[in-house]
């Protein structure tokens, strides 16, 4: 199952290097994608320590066979930043180090991202750290809210609220629309922002040790419903049946009144659609409750490498207050919850619900993640679309749960 897994994801390349003798020389790879905010924390690394880090980056979709490949030919990187997905795949595969000890002797263990820490860990032991944070939220168009009689500064706190505003919004014009998602077959869109409609209210999709399919529930039957009402009423446009995530950020040509995004979307709207008033919530659960993805980034270490206590000081720099600092003023979310107030001093106040966020977010446990959810033609992505767009729901949920466990048990 891993070598599927390792098919389909990302690098980049970390090297640190000095010229002074003393100095490590480290490599670590990071996908592709991974934003400003870590490539200034290693500006910062370089400019105040010995030890150097080189940043190259690689496509997205390469890391995880690359990694692979390096690995078998003995040339692995020391480091990786590795979607969290993906963590305990290579744990269980062995190719990772034991950080356990090391770990949970940080001061500030605790207030780690406790999403990163649970993907990052294997059969009890820790292999992997949070090294950028990213959840969903929900954000609305205070001007189409105003435009619709509806109260600009009032966050939806129901689904019922969500539609019965989605109605009032597109009542506003041909081209306005009270809702978007991304629903062509794009799993990781949906796993992102529609997963945590039945989180919020206590169900799953996997169990909690990812060995069994628990897709077919009264909440997610509900969230179904609420997604197949908007469409049927016509409250989202219809490109979204057919969106393979190319334009997740729709909410972004102030045309939509309402949408599911990542926290990230805060920077990208503050800085490059000024224009666009918005509000930002925690994602509702559909029979109340709060919920969200955690996804981002886990710092691991190849198991064996030589450099393991100069990799260290790396990371423990991007967990200090300068190094969070840095990392937040380009757009990800503190990874520690016990400086994060302090480390958003200044910057845009919505980012605090991003880091709400976190506390109340889960990612789904599993070895098989690629095969399960990401992957276009998988049971999620093809669950999502047949059961929002097509006729059939319960031959919908049937395939997708019988499909599902399949997959889990082979890959046992």
Same mark, same amino acid.
């Given at each position: ?131 950028? @944070?990213?959840? $969903? ?8 809210? !105003? +435009? *619709?009689? /509806? &109260? ?45 409609? @039945?989180?919020? $209210? ?8 990812? !060995? +069994? *399919?628990? /897709? &077919? ?196």
């Amino acid at each position: 199952m891993i070598k599927r897994l390792l098919a389909a994801t990302s690098i980049i390349t970390l090297c640190l290097a000095s010229g002074a003798s003393a100095a490590e020389k480290i490599e670590m790879w990071v996908r592709s994608g991974i934003g400003e905010s870590f490539k200034k924390v290693v500006e910062a690394y370089n400019a105040s320590h010995e030890n150097q880090v080189a940043m190259t980056e690689v496509p997205f979709s390469e890391l995880v066979q690359k990694y692979a490949t390096a690995i078998a030919g003995g040339q692995a990187p020391d480091a990786l930043s590795l979607d969290l997905i993906y963590t305990p795949a290579f744990a269980a595969a062995g190719q990772l180090e034991d950080l356990t000890d090391w770990a949970k002797a940080l001061p500030y263990f605790n207030s780690l991202s406790p999403s990163h820490v649970k993907l990052g860990t294997y059969q009890d032991r820790i292999y992997g750290l949070p090294l950028s @944070v990213e959840t $969903s939220i929900f954000a609305w168009n205070k001007d189409l809210y !105003k +435009k *619709a009689g /509806l &109260d600009p500064e009032k966050a939806p706190t129901t689904w019922e609220e969500i539609e019965a505003n989605a109605e009032k919004i597109r009542a506003l014009g041909d081209d306005i629309y009270g809702f978007y998602f991304s629903g062509g077959g794009c799993g990781g869109c949906m796993i992102f922002t529609f997963t945590p409609l @039945v989180w919020g $209210s206590g169900a799953d999709i996997l169990s909690g040790d990812g !060995k +069994k *399919a628990t /897709l &077919d529930t009264p909440e997610m039957r509900k969230a179904v419903d609420i997604y197949r009402s908007m469409v049927k009423k016509d409250l989202v446009p219809a490109s979204s049946a057919s969106d393979n995530g190319v334009n997740f950020l729709t909410f972004t040509n102030g045309k939509i009144g309402q949408q599911s995004l990542g926290a990230f979307a805060i920077g990208t709207l503050v800085t490059e659609n000024p224009d666009i008033n918005f509000g930002v919530t925690l994602i509702p659960g559909v029979n109340g409750g709060t919920s969200s993805f955690a996804g981002g980034d886990n710092f691991v270490i190849t198991r064996g490498t030589k450099k393991i206590d100069a990799v260290k000081e790396f990371l423990e720099y991007t967990y200090s207050m300068d190094g969070q600092k840095v990392m937040a003023k380009y757009g990800s979310l503190p990874t520690r919850g016990d400086i994060a107030d302090k480390v958003l001093e200044g910057l845009d106040p919505r980012m605090q619900v991003g880091i709400k966020a976190i506390e109340v977010a889960k990612t789904p446990y599993t070895l098989q993640f690629n095969d399960l959810i990401n992957s276009a033609n998988g049971p999620w992505a093809t669950f999502t679309n047949a059961a929002i767009y097509g006729d059939d729901v319960d031959g919908a949920f049937s395939n997708a749960q019988s499909e599902m466990q399949s997959i889990i048990d082979t890959g046992q």
